[in-house]
C-alpha cells in the first residue's frame, strides 16, 4: 500500500511541476494562484519524502522478519516430514525460484524428493485438447480406471498422478516401470518435462501454481485444467497442497480457482504466501496436516479461511536424537 501511495504520489507532484511550470512560463497568471500552486507542490513533495522513507522502513522490517524466517527454519521444520517423499509438479508460468526455495524448505524438513514434473503450454492448449486426450488413451495403465463424468483433463490428471503418487508405503520409493513409460509418453508428446526420479511414486505432492493471474480470454478454461491435477493427486496419494503468491489468489488465478473448486474443498490444501519465507514454513506445516487428513487454505489473499498457518502446528515426529530414555 506504502508503495502505491509512494507512485500516485509522484506522478501527481509531476503533473503539478508541469503545471506550474506552464503557468510561470507563459506569464498569463501572478499572484495568488502560482502561490498556491507552489504550495501544493511542495506539500506533495514532502509527503512523497514522508511515503518514500515509509517505505523503506517497511522494506527493512520486512527483510529483517525475513531474514529471521530462514535463519530459524531449519530447526522448526526439523522432522515434520520424516519418512515422507514429496514429487513437485509445476503449472506452465510457475515461478522456478519458488520451486526451489520451497524443494529446500521440504527437504530441510526431513522429505525426499522424488523428482520434480513441470507442465508445458502445450498441455493447455485447446488446439492439442484432443491429442492430449488420444495420448492419456493409449499411455494408461491397465489397471487404472476413469470415472465415467471425468472430463479430458480429468483423465490425464488422474493417469498422471496414478504414477506420481501413492498411498501405499510399500510402493513408495520403487521404481515402476509403467509409470515411467507413461511420463515418458507425455514428455516424448512435449506436454511435460520431468527430472529426477518422479516414477518412484511420492507420498505427497506439492503443485506450484503459476506466477501470475491470467486475464485471457482462456483463463477459467486453463483452471480448470489445472485444477483438475492436485484434485487428482489428492484422491491417489496421502496429501497435496498448491502453492503461490498473493496474485494467484487473486481473479484469474489458480488458487483461487481451486479455493472455489467444490471438488477441491477438504482435499487440496492451498497456501498463497509461497514466495516469501514465511510461506514456505506454511507450506511445510500444512503438508505435515495433510497427513492426519486435514485440508485448508491459508495466507493472505482472498478465500484463505483458514488464517496464516494450521492450528494446532502439526508436531514433527520424533527422532532418536529427540527421544528421552526414562
Known amino acids: 500500500m506504502i508503495d502505491f501511495r509512494y507512485h500516485l504520489v509522484s506522478i501527481i507532484a509531476v503533473f503539478l511541476a508541469l503545471a506550474l511550470g506552464l503557468v510561470v ?28 522513507r515509509q517505505k523503506t522502513a517497511a522494506d527493512q522490517v520486512n527483510g529483517y522478519g525475513n531474514q529471521v524466517t530462514d535463519a530459524v527454519a531449519p530447526q522448526v521444520v526439523a522432522g515434520r516430514l520424516k519418512d515422507q517423499s514429496v514429487v513437485f509438479v509445476e503449472a506452465p508460468g510457475a515461478d522456478d525460484q519458488m520451486r526451489a526455495q520451497t524443494a529446500d524448505m521440504v527437504s530441510k524438513a526431513g522429505a525426499r524428493i ?22 492419456t488413451d493409449q499411455l494408461k495403465p491397465a489397471a487404472l480406471t476413469f470415472p465415467a463424468d471425468a472430463t479430458s ?3 490425464t490428471a488422474a493417469e498422471l498422478a496414478s504414477v506420481l503418487v501413492t498411498k501405499q508405503a510399500s510402493r513408495n520409493g520403487q521404481e515402476d516401470p509403467a509409470a515411467g513409460q507413461v511420463l515418458s509418453g507425455f514428455k516424448a508428446a512435449g506436454f511435460l518435462t520431468y527430472s529426477g526420479q518422479p516414477a518412484t511414486r511420492a507420498t505427497l505432492a506439492i503443485v506450484i501454481a503459476p506466477a501470475a493471474a491470467s486475464n485471457d480470454k482462456n483463463a477459467d478454461a486453463e483452471n480448470k485444467a489445472l485444477c483438475a491435477l492436485p484434485v487428482a493427486l489428492s484422491t491417489y496419494g496421502g496429501g497435496v497442497v498448491a502453492v503461490g503468491d498473493p496474485d494467484s489468489a487473486a481473479e484469474g488465478g489458480m488458487i483461487k480457482a481451486l479455493r472455489d473448486d467444490d471438488d477441491a474443498k477438504g482435499h487440496v490444501s492451498t497456501v498463497d504466501t509461497a514466495d516469501v519465507p514465511a510461506g514456505r514454513l506454511t507450506t511445510v506445516f500444512t503438508l505435515a496436516a495433510t497427513k492426519q487428513g486435514k485440508a485448508g487454505d491459508y495466507g493472505i489473499g482472498s478465500k484463505a479461511d483458514d488464517g496464516p498457518l494450521p492450528t494446532p502446528v502439526p508436531t514433527p515426529t520424533p527422532t532418536p536424537t529427540m527421544t528421552r530414555k526414562k
Open 114 to 135: 522424488s523428482g520434480y514434473v513441470t507442465l508445458q503450454s502445450k498441455y493447455l492448449d485447446p488446439n492439442q485438447q484432443a491429442t492430449l486426450n488420444e495420448l
Open 153 to 155: 483433463y480429468d483423465r
Open 25 to 52: 512560463g507563459a506569464s498569463a497568471l501572478r499572484g495568488p494562484l502560482v502561490d498556491q500552486l507552489k504550495d501544493n507542490s511542495n506539500r506533495l513533495k514532502n509527503s512523497n519524502e514522508v511515503l518514500r
